[in-house]
């Protein structure tokens, strides 16, 4: 832990550059710290725990908790459970940009692939529409609701059970390869 010496950095830079925690406490009134940050959250502070929150080596924030319980010095037990905190914001933090960019990803992909002019499906092994782009529900005068999850032989050939003749039926059902069924 680095306790903070009042300085021009803010602290949010010093914190994340040093990666370590920053503790402004009673013992650092005189230097004017603790008045500079009363003013700055707009309230009586007895003391600040700043710590960066990481996450795959990258800096993702940092969280600050403050004291205004009359107390001024954290035990180790409190700065121990605070830096747990941190540790599990910070896998909060990036598994939520995780996410965020597999949901740009997935809208890009489903722009290209709705993009294409001809009709194009994906099917699972058991050749049940699992995705489609818009084309095949243009085509066929259609909604998704309406073929999604559906087998193609029964949107396509209008059939309960494969055709035999499905080059898709004969890939999957004797794990074939693509080349031989094709040619």
Not at 90 to 110: D, P, T, V, Y
Request: charged share 25%; hydrophobic share 40%; aromatic share 10%.
């Amino acid at each position: 832990y680095e306790t903070f010496r009042f300085a021009s950095e803010p602290l949010l830079g010093r914190c994340c550059r040093r990666a370590a925690p920053l503790l402004i406490d009673a013992e650092h009134r005189r230097e004017g710290a603790a008045d500079t940050l009363s003013t700055f959250l707009g309230r009586p502070v007895g003391s600040l725990y700043l710590q960066p929150l990481r996450a795959n080596g990258q800096w993702v924030g940092a969280i600050g908790v403050t004291r205004s319980d009359g107390e001024t010095v954290w035990s180790e037990g409190e700065k121990h459970f605070l830096a747990w905190m941190a540790q599990q914001s910070s896998i909060a933090f990036a598994n939520a940009r995780l996410l965020e960019m597999i949901e740009r990803g997935k809208k890009e992909w489903q722009a290209v692939f709705d993009s294409v002019n001809n009709m194009v499906v994906i099917l699972d092994p058991d050749l049940r529409i699992r995705r489609m782009n818009r084309a095949v529900v243009r085509t066929l005068d259609t909604d998704f609701a309406e073929l999604l999850d559906r087998p193609c032989y029964e949107v396509f050939c209008h059939r309960k059970q494969p055709p035999s003749s499905c080059p898709l039926w004969e890939l999957w059902s004797t794990h074939g390869d693509v080349q031989q069924i094709l040619s």
